[in-house]
């Protein structure tokens, strides 16, 4: 097995490792302090709309990010640590992973307008499923990049 | 060494991307302040509802990650305005300058705000404040859940603060998002 640009790869792999465990929030380490000032909180406060009863809660502590968003991150360092192993068996041809990349995303969009409209009741799982094959197909489309087999 | 000499003169050769990392950091900078500022009026403008998140803020389920996706601009502009490929390195070095972009940007135009209308974040909190008021929450908790809000509310409006959360996470999103603009965007080599 060739590895290519293994610093980019390990990069990436460390950087998106951290975004979990700061999106995770003060639970994961059992913080004294209440989440509302949780430096993960504040960290993720631009970025994500850290409702409450949006989140899942570790140790009587919201996460820092909704159900959706850590969907999103822990399926992305999900999908990047498989790159090895997804590479071997050659699953995909980068026309189809943009193609589910998109519909992914519109479903994402669709499941959440749904909800807001009041059409449909999403839960944090079906959030979490949905955000996690959105950030899982985003780190796919690399398959092949870093990892080549001969 | 003339393989290498080649490789060097080619990315000599590549044109600038501060043009793309420029026009995608303004335009997801002034999204990221606008949306920040749609949900800050509208929590103000809201009446107590003694929810602990009001209806408001479901709004914000829209704008999740938003700011993320400035990269993917920036390689997408890169790559059609040359018609080029871009390595993933190139990518994500796009996507870290126009995250850094977007954070100034955004940071730029809160502090122009806060002159434009100075009490902003004092109505904010106070909106809050009335809002945990109306709450069914226990006294003791509730003074709690207070005070820790309005700390960090007050918290976020000062330049470092914003410089030191922003500033990496923007930064590091954006990576990823201009790598995948690279790979998705970029002319396929070969």
Same mark, same amino acid.
């Given at each position: ?13 460390? $950087?998106?490792?951290?975004?979990? #465990?700061?999106?995770?929030?003060? @639970? ?14 504040q960290a993720f406060n631009s970025l994500c709309h850290q ?15 909704? !159900? ?10 999900? @999908? ?13 041809? +980068? ?11 519109? /479903? ?10 009041? $059409? ?5 799982? !079906?959030?979490?499923? #949905?955000?996690?094959?959105? =950030? !899982?197909?985003?780190? %796919?489309? /690399? ?8 | ?14 044109? *600038? ?7 995608? =950091? ?13 949900? *800050? ?7 107590? *509802? ?7 803020? %479901? +709004? @914000?389920?829209?704008?999740? +990650? ?21 390595? %993933?390195?190139? =990518?994500? +070095? ?14 730029? &135009? ?21 809002? &945990?008021?109306? !709450? ?21 409006? *000062? ?11 923007? @930064? ?12 998705? &965007? ?5």
């Amino acid at each position: 097995m060739q590895i290519r640009q293994p610093i980019l790869y390990g990069l990436v792999f460390i $950087l998106v490792l951290i975004l979990v #465990l700061v999106a995770i929030g003060g @639970g994961l380490f059992n913080q004294s302090a209440r989440w509302p000032v949780q430096w993960q909180h504040q960290a993720f406060n631009s970025l994500c709309h850290q409702m409450a009863n949006r989140s899942f809660w570790i140790n009587g502590q919201p996460m820092a990010v909704c !159900s959706r968003c850590i969907g999103v991150y822990s399926g992305f360092a999900l @999908g990047w640590m498989l790159l090895p192993m997804l590479s071997l068996i050659r699953i995909t041809r +980068l026309a189809h992973i943009k193609k589910v990349l998109v519909v992914i995303l519109l /479903f994402n969009f669709i499941d959440a307008a749904g909800n807001l409209l009041g $059409l449909w009741q999403n839960t944090l799982f !079906s959030r979490a499923i #949905l955000g996690g094959m959105l =950030g !899982s197909s985003a780190a %796919l489309i /690399f398959v092949g990049d870093f990892f080549h087999h001969n | 060494m003339d393989e290498v000499t080649e490789q060097q003169a080619e990315q000599n050769n590549q044109p *600038s991307y501060w043009t793309s990392v420029g026009i995608a =950091g303004v335009i997801f900078g002034i999204i990221v302040f606008a949306l920040s500022l749609v949900t *800050s009026y509208a929590m103000i403008n809201s009446e107590p *509802s003694g929810s602990l998140f009001s209806p408001v803020q %479901l +709004l @914000g389920i829209f704008v999740c +990650l938003v700011g993320a996706f400035g990269g993917m601009l920036a390689t997408w502009h890169y790559a059609n305005e040359y018609n080029i490929s871009i390595k %993933l390195g190139k =990518g994500a +070095l796009i996507g870290l300058f126009t995250g850094i972009c977007i954070t100034v940007v955004y940071i730029v &135009f809160n502090q122009i705000w806060q002159f434009i209308d100075p009490d902003m974040t004092q109505k904010a909190i106070d909106s809050v404040i009335a809002n &945990f008021e109306a !709450s069914d929450l226990p006294d003791a908790q509730k003074q709690q859940m207070i005070d820790s809000t309005v700390q960090s509310m007050r918290g976020q409006n *000062s330049i470092g603060t914003q410089l030191l959360y922003n500033l990496p996470m923007y @930064g590091i999103l954006n990576v990823f998002t201009g790598m995948i603009g690279a790979k998705v &965007f970029g002319k396929q080599e070969g």
